[in-house]
């Protein structure tokens, strides 16, 4: 479906053009209209042709609303080993996590991945959420463990998610069997060294932290907002799924 929707824009975008009178807003309003179009045979068609790898969880936040959560777990299952758990910041989700698990499921381990809240296929992310990490930690461990996934695992943290892993870690030391950490910083490494390598005061190191990062959240923004609705994702994305690792 996603490779198929380029052709769906270009062939609508003639079509609009050619029987629209020669002006910028009528341009516009075709341009508009396409984009709808491909959107909806995009969201329509995706699900079909891209159905979740794995099952949901439901978790209730403390505001009373139910999050579903999809998540997949691969692997034998082995008493005697607890399962891995995959975690990173709140921009990555199951799909990055596909190379890892793909590697331990071929050395006899089990892994359980999942995606975030607003990626993939889980439910969508509330910002005060950020705040309730170790309950939301708790809450899918107790999940999986309904799911016959255990009560103890072995957390993988990737980059961000190693400060609030290891924070859960601290406060329930009884649901953690052990730790991998992979590319992990204590918190502001990376804007401590842009700071210390251009001489930056603490107050100038601050600015260039928010500018980053709420570059970032405007890109995801536009992203989930925009590319994802209009079916813009696959002209930079590719539609080979085995050349996402």
Same mark, same amino acid.
Request: hydrophobic share 40%; aromatic share 14%.
């Given at each position: 479906a996603?490779a198929?929707?380029?052709?769906h824009?270009f062939?609508?975008?003639?079509?609009?053009l050619?029987?629209?009178p020669?002006?910028?807003?009528?341009s516009?309003?075709?341009?508009?209209t396409?984009?709808?179009?491909?959107?909806?045979?995009?969201?329509?068609?995706?699900?079909?042709?891209?159905?979740?790898r794995g099952?949901?969880?439901e978790?209730?936040?403390?505001?009373?609303?139910?999050?579903?959560?999809?998540y997949?777990?691969?692997?034998p299952?082995?008493?005697?080993?607890?399962?891995?758990?995959?975690?990173?910041?709140g921009?990555h989700?199951?799909?990055?996590f596909?190379?890892?698990?793909?590697n331990?499921?071929?050395? =006899? /381990?089990?892994?359980?991945?999942?995606?975030?809240? &607003?990626? #993939?296929?889980?439910?969508?992310?509330? !910002?005060w959420?950020?705040a309730?990490k170790?309950?939301?930690y708790?809450q899918?461990?107790?999940a999986l463990?309904?799911q016959?996934?255990?009560?103890?695992f072995?957390?993988?943290?990737?980059g961000?998610?190693?400060e609030?892993v290891?924070?859960?870690?601290l406060?329930n030391?009884s649901?953690?069997?052990?730790?991998?950490?992979?590319?992990?910083?204590s918190n502001?490494?990376l804007?401590?060294?842009?700071?210390k390598?251009?001489g930056?005061?603490?107050?100038?190191?601050?600015?260039?932290?928010s500018?980053?990062?709420n =570059? /970032?959240?405007l890109l995801?923004?536009m992203?989930r &907002?925009v #590319?994802?609705?209009?079916?813009?994702l !696959?002209?930079?994305?590719?539609?080979?799924?085995?050349g996402?690792?």
């Amino acid at each position: 479906a996603s490779a198929r929707a380029p052709r769906h824009i270009f062939r609508c975008l003639s079509s609009q053009l050619l029987l629209a009178p020669s002006s910028s807003a009528s341009s516009l309003i075709a341009v508009f209209t396409c984009l709808l179009f491909n959107g909806g045979i995009v969201q329509a068609t995706g699900p079909i042709a891209f159905p979740p790898r794995g099952n949901f969880v439901e978790l209730t936040l403390s505001t009373g609303d139910v999050q579903r959560i999809h998540y997949e777990c691969q692997g034998p299952k082995n008493a005697s080993f607890p399962v891995y758990l995959a975690d990173a910041d709140g921009s990555h989700g199951l799909a990055d996590f596909w190379p890892l698990q793909r590697n331990l499921t071929a050395a =006899g /381990r089990r892994i359980c991945t999942y995606d975030a809240p &607003g990626l #993939g296929y889980s439910d969508r992310y509330y !910002s005060w959420q950020h705040a309730e990490k170790s309950t939301f930690y708790r809450q899918l461990i107790d999940a999986l463990g309904v799911q016959g996934e255990g009560s103890q695992f072995i957390f993988i943290a990737w980059g961000g998610g190693a400060e609030p892993v290891y924070e859960f870690a601290l406060a329930n030391p009884s649901f953690v069997a052990g730790f991998v950490f992979l590319d992990s910083y204590s918190n502001d490494v990376l804007y401590q060294f842009e700071a210390k390598y251009n001489g930056w005061s603490t107050a100038r190191m601050n600015e260039f932290k928010s500018a980053d990062l709420n =570059g /970032r959240v405007l890109l995801f923004t536009m992203i989930r &907002g925009v #590319g994802a609705p209009w079916g813009l994702l !696959s002209l930079v994305v590719s539609n080979d799924p085995k050349g996402y690792a």
